[in-house]
């Protein structure tokens, strides 16, 4: 087994002839990394930035636990570094076989849904979804952000998931 090596935000490392620079996004799961290509401008954000995103929750795993306010925190995080990325790449893409390029004002979208969901200013919806189970989400447009609504703040979530 190679040697695992711990990175945290701002970590950058050399790949070939760029630097990637890793950012904790934690919407998807509470440890969950976006990956800024220098020479390519791209956000890699994978699970964690799209049109439909929020905390993993399916039948097979147990619920990753991120309060609304944390992943707020994350989207802010990488917002904070939009000068440095022209396009995203993310996951979750209607359908879901096609890969997403999104423009970074997708961020913008998302922290609006988030500030007025946890505001109480927009509807909160349930779903129980065959392939992800039991979330909450609130969506503005096309912009839906999923999320756990008996922890939209921090001091909500239990302490074995913080």
């Given at each position: 087994?190679?040697?695992?090596?711990?990175?945290?935000?701002?970590?950058?490392?050399?790949?070939?002839?760029?630097?990637v620079?890793?950012?904790?996004?934690?919407?998807?799961?509470?440890?969950?990394?976006?990956?800024?290509?220098?020479?390519?401008?791209?956000?890699?954000?994978?699970?964690s930035?799209?049109?439909?995103?929020?905390?993993a929750?399916?039948?097979?795993?147990?619920?990753?636990?991120?309060?609304?306010?944390?992943?707020?925190?994350?989207?802010?995080?990488?917002?904070?570094?939009?000068?440095?990325?022209?396009?995203?790449?993310?996951?979750?893409?209607?359908?879901?076989?096609?890969?997403?390029?999104?423009?970074?004002?997708?961020?913008?979208?998302?922290?609006?849904?988030?500030?007025?969901?946890?505001?109480?200013?927009?509807?909160?919806?349930?779903?129980?979804?065959?392939?992800?189970?039991?979330?909450?989400?609130?969506?503005?447009?096309?912009?839906?952000?999923?999320?756990?609504?008996?922890?939209?703040?921090?001091?909500?979530?239990?302490?074995?998931?913080?």
């Amino acid at each position: 087994m190679p040697a695992l090596h711990p990175i945290g935000d701002g970590h950058r490392f050399e790949l070939g002839r760029r630097t990637v620079t890793a950012y904790h996004c934690p919407i998807h799961s509470k440890g969950h990394m976006v990956f800024v290509d220098d020479l390519a401008r791209v956000c890699y954000g994978g699970d964690s930035i799209g049109e439909h995103i929020g905390p993993a929750n399916n039948p097979t795993n147990p619920p990753t636990i991120v309060s609304l306010e944390m992943e707020l925190w994350g989207i802010n995080n990488v917002i904070a570094h939009i000068d440095e990325f022209d396009r995203i790449i993310g996951g979750h893409p209607m359908p879901l076989y096609k890969q997403v390029t999104m423009s970074p004002d997708i961020l913008y979208r998302m922290r609006d849904v988030g500030e007025v969901a946890l505001a109480g200013e927009l509807p909160i919806f349930d779903e129980d979804d065959v392939g992800m189970g039991k979330r909450s989400y609130a969506q503005q447009g096309n912009t839906r952000l999923y999320f756990f609504k008996e922890y939209l703040r921090n001091t909500n979530v239990p302490e074995e998931y913080k």
